[in-house]
């Protein structure tokens, strides 16, 4: 998976760094899960979208070298997320498409005899 949005220059040390996250506008902000950019609409709008979708994950996977949990929930809570559009969105299909691959490099892992990824194990 190539990155072609971002070249990751700046530190992602938490959820709050990621570029499709944020806050909303309120009086009392609250952090919203999934925001990514949306590409106008335009000729080949789906398949940018698309590639921008991917290129996440990459922000997801500098996230992971700071802090497991943090990344495990970046993506348990983007698809969780209300914002999150089902029905083949470009964006949110790019992510699923980049989360597959991962899934199955990381069920390679295990099968190679690669521990578990536990959350619990991290609970206070």
């Known amino acids: 998976m190539t990155p ?68 495990f929930e970046a993506i348990q809570f983007a698809l969780m997320s209300p914002y999150w559009k089902t029905g083949g969105a470009g964006a949110e299909c790019g992510f699923a498409t980049g989360l597959a691959a991962l899934a199955v490099v990381g069920m390679r892992a295990l099968r190679a005899g690669a521990e578990p990824f536990d959350p619990e194990a991290f609970e206070d």
Do not use: K
């Not at 919203?32 to 921008?52: D, T």
């Not at 990459?58 to 497991?68: F, I, N, Q, S, Y």
């Open 4 to 71: 072609i949005w971002n070249n990751l220059t700046r530190a992602i040390t938490t959820r709050a760094g990621l570029s499709f996250t944020g806050y909303t506008a309120d009086e009392d902000p609250r952090f919203i899960n999934w925001a990514p950019a949306r590409v106008p609409p335009q000729p080949n709008q789906w398949n940018i979208e698309h590639r921008l979708g991917e290129s996440l994950l990459e922000e997801v996977r500098t996230l992971h070298a700071v802090d497991e949990v943090e990344a």
